[in-house]
């Protein structure tokens, strides 16, 4: 077979090295922002989910604290004694339950980590063509 040469100029490479690399740069950009907007909308529907059902369990809940209060008062508590004691309870349980949310959030990765691979990728093979 024969080899055919590549009679473009120094200047014709190089435009079209700069328009790849605006093409790659788009591309790279679009692929952040559908990774980004995957999760998003993960995040969005499964907190909506939490919230229908936080929802439903804080009525459960108070419902269930006046019927201990009410069991209290009945076992020879005071009234304002019974009620301060499960308002305490409730407190403390909460603030654990919130902490423990907060913490799971930090660690959900949200960063668009195929795109800032592909970066990386890009880079290097970037970087492997100059030498």
Same mark, same amino acid.
């Given at each position: 077979?024969?080899?055919?040469?590549?009679?473009?100029? *120094? +200047?014709?490479?190089?435009? $079209? *090295?700069?328009? $790849?690399?605006?093409?790659?740069?788009?591309? $790279?950009?679009?692929?952040?922002?559908?990774? *980004?907007?995957?999760?998003?909308?993960? @995040?969005?529907?499964?907190?909506? %989910?939490?919230?229908?059902?936080? /929802? #439903?369990?804080? /009525? +459960?809940?108070?419902? %269930? #604290?006046?019927? @201990?209060? %009410?069991?209290?008062?009945q076992a020879g508590l005071e009234p304002w004694l019974a009620a301060g004691l499960v308002a305490l309870a409730t407190l403390a349980i909460g603030y654990v339950l919130v902490n423990k949310g907060i913490t +799971?959030?930090?660690?959900?990765?949200?960063?668009?980590?195929?795109? %800032?691979?592909?970066?990386? $990728?890009?880079?290097?093979?970037?970087?492997?063509?100059?030498?």
């Amino acid at each position: 077979m024969a080899e055919q040469l590549d009679n473009r100029t *120094l +200047g014709d490479l190089l435009a $079209e *090295l700069s328009r $790849e690399t605006s093409t790659l740069v788009k591309k $790279e950009l679009e692929l952040a922002s559908t990774e *980004l907007s995957a999760k998003a909308r993960a @995040v969005g529907s499964q907190v909506a %989910i939490a919230a229908a059902g936080g /929802a #439903l369990m804080h /009525a +459960g809940l108070l419902v %269930i #604290l006046a019927a @201990v209060v %009410i069991g209290l008062t009945q076992a020879g508590l005071e009234p304002w004694l019974a009620a301060g004691l499960v308002a305490l309870a409730t407190l403390a349980i909460g603030y654990v339950l919130v902490n423990k949310g907060i913490t +799971g959030l930090r660690r959900t990765p949200m960063a668009p980590q195929q795109t %800032i691979e592909t970066l990386k $990728e890009n880079a290097k093979w970037t970087t492997g063509q100059r030498a």
